[in-house]
């Protein structure tokens, strides 16, 4: 173990509530409860603020796979403040593979890939392909996060439309892109669900998360509820 890393999991113990990591644990049935520590998520951030400053991080950015969950978090965070677009790619690249959790994964949204839509787009093609479960989740994500304002193209929809899994994270995703796309984009995404083109699972999840939203009105609730798949 590099001094780095002994410096940031003592940092994280000091940090440790023992009721939020069990809270933490029973949200991620995918991740081992022995590698929680139970840090809150704004202690995270101001650490990460803190470390992004310092030589420091590039040397924990290096130091894959971590050992805790805490760990990969911080990690996540460290990522956000990359400046460069092509080093913040080939950093999330490298990270990927290791993120085991959707907490994780839909944490981590690097600032610089919003001046980048373009060729954030291409990537984003590149990781919907890819047969790992937080890759493909953390793909629809940034879809879902900087592509669904102004940005929206009538394409970016299509493209989720076309992954199909078998992956219950995957899916959850898939479902809560479409019901945030409803909130933004209501006409042009209804006619996806009108035309039932996702799987039942999705498809009524999805109805659900927007029936849930505050963002979508009693009418469109209404009608939406009419096309629930018995």
Same mark, same amino acid.
């Given at each position: 173990?590099?001094?780095?890393?002994?410096?940031?999991?003592?940092? +994280?113990? #000091? $940090?440790q509530d023992?009721?939020?990591?069990?809270?933490?644990?029973?949200?991620?049935? @995918? !991740?081992?409860?022995?590698?929680?520590?139970?840090?809150?998520?704004?202690?995270?951030?101001?650490?990460?603020?803190?470390?992004?400053?310092?030589?420091?991080?590039?040397?924990?950015?290096?130091?894959?796979?971590?050992?805790?969950?805490?760990e990969?978090?911080?990690?996540?965070?460290?990522?956000?403040?990359?400046?460069?677009?092509e080093?913040?790619?080939?950093?999330?690249?490298?990270?990927?593979?290791?993120?085991?959790?959707?907490?994780?994964?839909?944490?981590?949204?690097?600032k610089?890939?919003?001046?980048? +839509?373009? #060729? $954030?787009?291409?990537k984003?093609?590149?990781?919907?392909?890819?047969?790992?479960t937080? @890759? !493909?989740r953390?793909?629809?994500?940034?879809?879902?996060?900087f592509?669904?304002d102004?940005?929206?193209?009538?394409?970016?929809?299509?493209l989720?439309?076309?992954?199909?899994?078998?992956?219950y994270?995957?899916?959850?995703?898939?479902a809560?892109?479409?019901?945030?796309a409803?909130?933004k984009?209501?006409g042009?995404?209804l006619?996806?669900?009108e035309?039932?083109?996702?799987?039942?699972?999705?498809?009524?999840?999805?109805?659900?998360?927007a029936?849930?939203?505050?963002?979508?009105t009693?009418?469109?609730?209404?009608?939406?509820?009419?096309?629930?798949?018995?």
């Amino acid at each position: 173990m590099i001094q780095i890393e002994k410096e940031i999991q003592a940092r +994280l113990f #000091e $940090l440790q509530d023992l009721k939020y990591r069990d809270f933490q644990c029973k949200l991620m049935p @995918t !991740v081992d409860p022995d590698s929680v520590i139970g840090v809150r998520t704004p202690e995270l951030r101001k650490l990460a603020k803190e470390y992004a400053r310092m030589p420091a991080a590039r040397e924990f950015l290096d130091v894959l796979p971590h050992r805790y969950y805490e760990e990969n978090n911080l990690h996540g965070f460290l990522l956000e403040t990359v400046k460069d677009y092509e080093d913040a790619v080939k950093e999330v690249e490298r990270f990927l593979p290791y993120v085991n959790n959707w907490a994780t994964c839909d944490m981590m949204s690097p600032k610089v890939f919003g001046k980048h +839509l373009p #060729e $954030l787009f291409d990537k984003i093609k590149e990781w919907v392909k890819k047969d790992d479960t937080y @890759t !493909v989740r953390f793909a629809v994500g940034m879809l879902m996060r900087f592509y669904l304002d102004d940005a929206f193209k009538p394409e970016y929809p299509e493209l989720v439309i076309g992954i199909r899994s078998d992956e219950y994270y995957v899916n959850m995703m898939l479902a809560w892109y479409f019901a945030t796309a409803l909130a933004k984009q209501y006409g042009q995404i209804l006619p996806f669900l009108e035309q039932r083109r996702l799987d039942k699972w999705t498809h009524n999840k999805a109805i659900q998360k927007a029936v849930e939203s505050c963002r979508i009105t009693e009418e469109q609730k209404a009608y939406l509820r009419t096309l629930k798949i018995k």
